[in-house]
Nanobody, 115 residues
Framework: QVQFVEAGGGLVQPGGSLRLSCAAS????????MAWYRQAPGKQRELVAI???????NYADSVKGRFTISRDNAKNMVYLQMNSLKPEDTAVYYC?????????WGQGTQVTVSS
């Protein structure tokens, strides 16, 4: 029933910016804590950023100071503003609840940082 649809990925040069969006659809319940995750080729999926229903935020050390997570509860949307992108940020980015709920994984959106 619940589905998360990610969008906004693309190809960007190092130092560039992207804004990802996550739309929660097919649900009528209130979302709790939400998070962005990413998975690079051959790597485990990792937690990138968390935003609680209260708005409290936490970030992985690798993105702290560069990425900003936000949410619009009225629209059931979660966003990830990514600045100063590095090649090591290249991955498929997913949104999900926190803690993650495996059955809610979407297709993700590809972010490629390359010169």
């Amino acid at each position: 029933q619940v589905q998360f649809v990610e969008a906004g990925g693309g190809l960007v040069q190092p130092g560039g910016s992207l804004r990802l969006s996550c739309a929660a659809s097919g649900s009528s319940f209130r979302l709790g804590a939400m998070a962005w995750y990413r998975q690079a080729p051959g790597k485990q999926r990792e937690l990138v950023a968390i935003i609680a229903s209260s708005g409290t935020k936490n970030y992985a050390d690798s993105v702290k100071g560069r990425f900003t997570i936000s949410r619009d509860n009225a629209k059931n949307m979660v966003y990830l503003q990514m600045n100063s992108l590095k090649p090591e940020d290249t991955a498929v980015y997913y949104c999900n609840k926190y803690p993650r709920e495996p059955k809610y994984w979407g297709q993700g959106t590809q972010v490629t940082v390359s010169s």
